[in-house]
Antibody, heavy 121, light 111 residues
């Protein structure tokens, strides 16, 4: 059974960079990386709806146009992980961040449990 | 700016049928299929409906989805207390080089 687990700091200061990692177990990213699957990040800020941040696959990355200038998503197949870096964070970036496996039809059955990240000085 | 509009809340009593709407536009629902997600309190979202009306394995047939034009709906029949959750629709949007767009979420309360 594929499992995803987010890790990273729970508190980040304004203007700094938020680094998050998603560790995948129960399956190999590399075997799925070259296929139809994407590995992505989705967040939910307090009182707001889900927001797709972006996704990475063998063909490259696709990013939310409203976050594109601040987001980097990468894959480390040797560690079976993929990562998110969100720079220049502000209060508006306080959210629960989820990693997920997506396909052409969008976020699917496999999500991490989520990690709460608070932006505060 | 593209949006998928959902009512912020909905409610029903056990056994009732409840419908949650998701209104979009020609750049998203009008051109692409819709997914629905259920997020129980404290849990990650779970895929409930994909490609407008398809249920993943394990999802009860009490849950059904439909799409017409630029709108979609999620129906829950035989409402149960464990259905109390947040429900969100999602669709690909073609604007600005494309991105996945979620609705604002509907909090369903079982009275």
């Amino acid at each position: 059974q594929l499992q995803l687990q987010e890790s990273g700091p729970g508190l980040v200061k304004p203007s700094e960079t938020l680094p998050l990692t998603c560790s995948v177990s129960g399956g190999s990213i590399s075997s799925m990386y070259s296929g139809t699957y994407r590995w992505g990040w989705i967040r939910q800020s307090p009182g707001k709806g889900l927001e797709w941040i972006g996704q990475v696959h063998s063909g490259g990355t696709e990013l939310n146009p409203y976050l594109r200038s601040r987001v980097t998503i990468s894959v480390d197949t040797s560690k079976n992980q993929f990562s998110l870096r969100l720079k220049s964070v502000s209060d508006a970036d306080t959210a629960v961040y989820y990693c997920a496996r997506l396909d052409s039809g969008g976020p699917g059955d496999y999500w991490g449990q989520g990690i709460l990240v608070t932006v505060s000085s | 700016q593209s949006v998928l509009t959902q009512p912020p809340s909905a409610s029903g009593t056990p056994g009732q049928r409840v419908t949650i709407s998701c209104s979009g536009s020609s750049s998203n629902i009008g051109r692409h299929t819709v997914n629905w997600y259920q997020r129980l309190p404290g849990a990650a979202p779970k895929l409930l409906i994909y490609t407008n009306d398809q249920r993943p394995s394990g999802v009860p047939d009490r849950f059904s989805g439909s799409k017409s034009g630029t709108s979609a709906s999620l129906a829950i029949s035989g409402l149960q207390s464990e259905d109390e959750a947040e429900y969100s629709c999602a669709a690909w949007d073609d604007s600005l080089n494309g991105f996945w767009l979620f609705g604002g979420g509907t909090k369903l309360t079982v009275l």
